[in-house]
């Protein structure tokens, strides 16, 4: 049976990055619903309940972090599950990377919830919902979320259509400027060759742009986009994209890369952080000296800490980053002994 003009069925895609982790069967399963070129998209951090994402919409390939698609009113939402937290934090703080605006359920008053609203916080996101679920209420939640960027959320009970149609009102995110693609998901597809997955994050992407492939130095081209399977000839900020490359091979794309033109970010393996703030729940030892990870978009590499001077911080790292001048890094402990959360602290990249 045809598809309408400017319709197309819903692609799955989710990806995990390690060689045999996919089913390319499973990857392009299709959902019932239908997408137009006319859609807007909203991506948004499912954070608190794994089971939530099934009822809100229509589940991708499981790694990591899951993606489930809901289509309705114009709009495209994907929610990103951090599957696999709380026995990890990276996907956590991979779902607070792709996501817009983050919907945090509170089940109950727990270490896991303590430390999503922390990593939510010292993200510094001011916008998102919060759902509250069955025996919660919001007065429970007032003293874990006193002083935090949460404090200013929407609450809502814990109902799959009215959070639905609450993140459907939601504004698209629009954000001028070169152009700025974090990739989540890589793979090859037979015949059209290395295609990544990710969010436009900032400018707009087009057909035959010659980007660099950040942090390294390799030199790609943008030979097709598609949204939704939508061929499209650019692509504008707040949208996931799938982008067919020309000049790399699949398996040397990583989570974290990031597509932009040359001249656009900062790379290197030395980061100076301002307005340093530590995490006061934090037990481990995040001093001078000390070794953690770091934590940038959805890039996250062993460090170690050089200096700390009041609010400013110098760190090393195992292995060159790429960053814009103003983003959040987050050191953490993965390993984090005793019952108290991973996140020692925050800066902002110079």
């Not at 770091?294 to 009041?310: F, N, W």
Request: charged share 25%; proline share 7%; hydrophobic share 40%.
């Amino acid at each position: 049976m045809g598809v309408p003009t400017g319709v197309t069925l819903l692609k799955r895609d989710g990806r995990d990055l390690r060689p045999g982790s996919i089913n390319p069967r499973k990857m392009y399963a299709r959902s019932v619903e239908f997408v137009t070129d006319g859609d807007r998209s909203l991506i948004v951090a499912l954070l608190g309940d794994l089971d939530l994402g099934r009822e809100l919409g229509k589940p991708g390939t499981r790694s990591d972090i899951t993606l489930y698609d809901s289509v309705g009113s114009g709009v495209i939402s994907t929610y990103v599950e951090p599957t696999q937290f709380p026995e990890k934090l990276p996907p956590l703080l991979a779902a607070l990377a792709i996501g817009d605006r983050p919907i945090v359920v509170a089940n109950g008053l727990n270490r896991d919830l303590g430390e999503i609203v922390l990593a939510v916080d010292l993200m510094g996101r001011t916008e998102g919902l919060l759902a509250l679920g069955p025996g919660v209420g919001e007065g429970d939640l007032e003293p874990l979320l006193k002083g935090t960027s949460l404090q200013g959320f929407a609450r809502l009970p814990r109902d799959a259509k009215a959070l639905r149609e609450a993140v459907r009102n939601w504004p698209s995110r629009t954000s001028p400027g070169e152009v700025v693609v974090p990739i989540d998901h890589a793979f090859p597809v037979k015949g059209v060759g290395t295609v990544v997955l990710g969010v436009v994050r900032q400018g707009t992407l087009h057909v035959h742009d010659k980007l660099r492939l950040y942090p390294s130095e390799r030199m790609v081209e943008a030979r097709s986009l598609q949204v939704h399977d939508v061929d499209l000839p650019q692509v504008e900020s707040g949208s996931r994209v799938g982008v067919a490359l020309k000049g790399v091979e699949a398996e040397d794309v990583s989570r974290g890369e990031i597509l932009a033109p040359e001249g656009t970010l900062r790379t290197g393996d030395l980061l100076e952080l301002t307005d340093y703030r530590p995490c006061r729940f934090f037990k481990g030892r995040a001093g001078e000296g000390d070794k953690v990870h770091v934590s940038v978009g959805l890039q996250t590499a062993p460090a170690r800490i050089q200096t700390v001077d009041g609010s400013r911080v110098q760190i090393t790292v195992d292995r060159p980053l790429a960053w814009l001048p103003g983003d959040v890094a987050l050191l953490v402990q993965l390993s984090s002994p005793g019952p108290g959360p991973r996140l020692a602290g925050r800066g902002i990249l110079s």
